[in-house]
């Protein structure tokens, strides 16, 4: 596997969130899944695809169940007010501004995605120069609206193939929602590119959170370079709930 430390790539996993859709007082991340907890899988992973030695984790204020099981493998930042994927993100910058150049998110709570595919993702970024590269998976929606995947935005692409916005499902177009590829929110930023824009983010939206998402639109308004590069529908696999711990459980079987 590809060596990228040398591009000074960084990896930070969001892990803040509470267990509540999990019907649980343990921290989702914390929920086990084939003999260790969520967070570790998505750890393992990351260190496993070499683009960097050690994540970076966002953790939660109310408690420490994710540093004292994770140990040395990570750094941590903790994110006080839980306001969107946008704001855990953002919460890395005191740690990494200034030492690396490009910043990957991933998540904690997303166990699937493959040493390999996080390696390709830094690598398509680096080679490419791009200022913002994504992951995007094509879906099939076997089963319409009870498919995988089928809450996940959809890629807007222009007739070369470029892609010219991610919408959410819920601001979807009738024609918008019956596309097939979808954005499961794996992304590498340029770092100093990242910085200067998380601070840009509003929350005007149903959920007053400041999202990742939002920072797309604004590189493809800027006419920025921005990737893309496939991944597996599994990869992008999300436990949002016991009945997808279940589900999980017997891939991983």
Same mark, same amino acid.
């Given at each position: 596997?590809?060596?990228?430390?040398?591009?000074?790539?960084?990896?930070?996993?969001?892990?803040?969130?509470?267990?509540?859709?999990?019907?649980?007082?343990?921290?989702?991340?914390?929920?086990?899944?084939?003999?260790?907890?969520?967070?570790?899988?998505?750890?393992?992973?990351?260190?496993?695809?070499?683009?960097?030695?050690?994540?970076?984790?966002?953790?939660?204020?109310?408690?420490?169940?994710?540093?004292?099981?994770?140990?040395?493998?990570?750094?941590?930042?903790?994110?006080?007010?839980?306001?969107?994927?946008?704001?855990?993100?953002?919460?890395?910058?005191?740690?990494?501004?200034?030492?690396?150049?490009?910043?990957?998110?991933?998540?904690?709570?997303?166990?699937?995605?493959?040493?390999?595919?996080?390696?390709?993702?830094?690598?398509?970024?680096?080679?490419?120069?791009?200022?913002?590269?994504?992951?995007?998976?094509?879906?099939?929606?076997?089963?319409?609206?009870?498919?995988?995947?089928?809450?996940?935005?959809?890629?807007?692409? *222009?007739?070369? /193939? #470029?892609?010219?916005?991610?919408?959410?499902? @819920?601001? &979807?177009?009738? %024609?918008?929602?019956? $596309?097939?590829?979808?954005?499961?929110?794996?992304?590498?930023?340029?770092?100093?590119?990242?910085?200067?824009?998380?601070?840009?983010?509003?929350?005007? *939206?149903?959920? /007053? #959170?400041?999202?990742?998402?939002?920072?797309? @639109?604004? &590189?493809?308004? %800027?006419?920025?370079? $921005?990737?893309?590069?496939?991944?597996?529908?599994?990869?992008?696999?999300?436990?949002?709930?016991?009945?997808?711990?279940?589900?999980?459980?017997?891939?991983?079987?």
């Amino acid at each position: 596997m590809s060596q990228h430390k040398h591009n000074n790539v960084a990896i930070v996993i969001l892990a803040a969130g509470d267990g509540t859709r999990m019907k649980s007082d343990l921290p989702k991340v914390m929920h086990d899944l084939g003999g260790k907890p969520l967070i570790a899988h998505a750890v393992e992973n990351a260190i496993a695809s070499q683009v960097t030695e050690k994540p970076v984790v966002v953790v939660s204020p109310k408690h420490t169940l994710v540093q004292d099981f994770l140990g040395d493998r990570a750094w941590y930042v903790v994110q006080a007010e839980r306001r969107g994927t946008g704001h855990a993100a953002g919460m890395a910058q005191p740690v990494l501004e200034g030492k690396a150049e490009h910043v990957i998110v991933l998540y904690g709570d997303m166990p699937f995605l493959t040493p390999t595919s996080i390696a390709h993702l830094a690598e398509t970024h680096c080679t490419e120069g791009n200022m913002v590269t994504m992951m995007t998976v094509q879906a099939t929606f076997e089963h319409g609206a009870a498919s995988p995947l089928y809450d996940f935005g959809r890629i807007i692409r *222009n007739e070369a /193939g #470029e892609i010219i916005d991610s919408v959410e499902l @819920k601001d &979807a177009t009738a %024609e918008q929602a019956a $596309l097939t590829e979808v954005n499961p929110c794996y992304y590498a930023f340029q770092a100093s590119w990242l910085w200067a824009h998380v601070v840009k983010l509003t929350a005007n *939206n149903a959920q /007053g #959170e400041y999202y990742l998402t939002d920072l797309v @639109k604004m &590189a493809i308004q %800027e006419k920025g370079k $921005l990737g893309s590069i496939d991944v597996d529908p599994q990869e992008a696999t999300g436990i949002n709930s016991p009945e997808d711990l279940a589900r999980a459980l017997k891939h991983i079987i």
